[in-house]
């Protein structure tokens, strides 16, 4: 995505002194060498030199991606990322985030705190800014790949948070919506604006899911178009303008996809991608193209994901990020094994792997720092059972639980989510008991998680097993499924 440099009236990166003080006497190179013996021991590879070191004590590393977080849990056991000197992760998630206070705001009087596109009204019940809590290093995963990752309500607070949503409006007094309304030039602020809305509703997205979302995203996004209509009065507003109105309406497509609106998702995706050609973005027409090669396959348009993928590689060809062209062959081997081509599936994935053994990069795009080994498994094993290979389906699915239990033991979504795959590959494959014992596993774990997904997996793993209730364990596996609450 296009982004113009901050105004020289922004304050510089506050140095991380923590994280210098934990290099001790080691220089640079020596604390890199560290870290990357430290990601070898827990099967992560990461790129890490002297001058992504010197970047994080210079504090231009806000917070690390997701596969460095894991590395510098494993290396200081205990800590959080704020005991490292990071920022949390739910004041910089997504592309543009930056505190408000710092944004400056050459074209309206109104001060920079009320700058933002609002995603509730303000009521006692309801969120009214940025959420301020500490990071939780397994709170927050991206949005791409299943709806198990947002709509997994963890019980308690999550699922209040979740019943005391407000209305999802834009405020009278909002800058953005007042200068798309009166027809004048957006600037600065009006765009910080576009951007924090993008922020939001990934957030939001991540905590809470696509159901009740979607009705009411609409109004920021008519404002983002308004205020692109409007018009900017310097080039470089402009290019962050368009891109993040783009990026919001891929939010907004995405929120339609995660719920069964297929035809709106299509619509909103397209509308990103002529935003992306209209701007000559080729960051923002890679992202569209690979939600619209993910909708493809869900919809079961096989070809179109495939054409969709590759025109996605085309455009992120150089971006530098081999974590996004791993993703995007992916997602052209889904395509694939929609079709049935073996051979053309073996030969995306192949690429997939080799890419994403590349490691991560400083041009890796925010909005996919889901993207990791699991999800990596997970995927390929999604192909071999679109192509009816079940024993390798269930490999996969198998490393692709392992992974994620070992390195994210508190993120019981995902967990949940591939041994659900598990349970499903290993029925289909003919070996009723470890399917059973795969879905006990899964039901084990619903009081946690909540998931239309899962439920749905859960329900045709026991139609598939039905005519195995005399294996073992499979008669415990059915009983328990079939006493859980139905959904509303």
């Known amino acids: 995505m296009a982004s113009s440099p901050m105004a020289s009236s922004t304050p510089s990166p506050r140095p991380n002194l923590l994280f210098r003080h934990l290099r001790g006497q080691r220089s640079p190179s020596e604390f890199a060498a560290v870290i990357r013996r ?58 543009g985030a930056r505190a408000l206070s710092e944004a400056p705001a050459p074209h309206t009087t109104a001060p920079a705190p009320h700058t933002t596109i609002q995603l509730y009204e303000s009521s006692p019940s309801g969120p009214t800014g940025p959420e301020t809590h500490e990071c939780d290093p397994y709170e927050i995963q991206s949005h791409e790949e299943s709806d198990v990752r947002r709509r997994a309500f963890m019980s308690g607070t999550a699922t209040v948070a979740a019943a005391s949503l407000g209305p999802f409006g834009l405020a009278s007094q909002n800058p953005a919506a007042a200068t798309a309304q009166r027809g004048g030039r957006a600037g600065e602020a009006e765009v910080s604006a576009v951007e924090e809305a993008v922020r939001k509703i990934r957030l939001l997205d991540d905590r809470h899911g696509a159901d009740g979302l979607y009705r009411r995203a609409g ?32 939010s907004v497509g995405w929120l339609a996809h995660d719920s069964g609106r297929f035809d709106d998702a299509r619509s909103h995706y397209a509308e990103a991608l002529a935003t992306a050609r209209m701007a000559s973005d080729p960051a923002l027409e890679a992202h569209a193209f690979c939600n619209t090669a993910f909708l493809a396959r869900d919809s079961g348009r096989p070809r179109e994901a495939v054409r969709a993928s590759q025109a996605a590689t085309r455009a992120a060809r150089h971006l530098s990020s081999s974590r996004l062209l791993s993703l995007l062959a992916l997602r052209e081997a889904g395509g694939w094994a929609g079709l049935g081509d073996k051979a053309g599936c073996e030969q995306a994935l192949t690429r997939a792997h080799a890419l994403f053994d590349r490691g991560p990069s400083d041009a890796d795009p925010e909005w996919m720092t889901f993207y990791g080994p699991a999800e990596l498994e997970g995927l390929e094993a999604q192909c071999w059972s679109a192509l009816g290979d079940w024993e390798r389906a269930a490999r996969h699915a198998r490393r692709a639980a392992g992974v994620a239990s070992a390195q994210t033991p ?19 494959a003919g070996r009723p008991d470890e399917a059973a014992t795969a879905g006990l596993r899964v039901l084990g774990l619903l009081d946690e998680v909540q998931s239309s997904r899962i439920q749905s997996m859960l329900a045709t793993t026991a139609r598939v097993l039905l005519p195995h209730r005399r294996a073992s364990g499979v008669c415990g596996f059915l009983e328990r499924h079939a006493s859980l609450p139905r959904a509303v």
Do not use: K, W
């Open 219 to 250: 109004a920021p996004l008519r404002t983002a178009y308004a205020l692109l209509d409007a018009g900017t009065t310097r080039q470089s507003t402009a290019d962050r303008l368009h891109a993040g109105a783009g990026e919001l309406a891929i």
């Open 38 to 95: 430290a990601a070898r021991e827990i099967g992560e590879r990461v790129s890490c030199d002297a001058r992504y070191i010197g970047r994080v004590e210079a504090g231009e590393i806000r917070c690390p991606n997701y596969a460095y977080e894991r590395v510098f849990l494993h290396m200081f056991p205990g800590r959080t990322l704020t005991d490292l000197g990071f920022a949390p992760r739910s004041a910089v998630r997504g592309r």
């Open 410 to 428: 508190q993120f019981t979504r995902n967990i949940a989510l591939y041994t659900a795959e598990l349970a499903d590959d290993l029925a289909r």
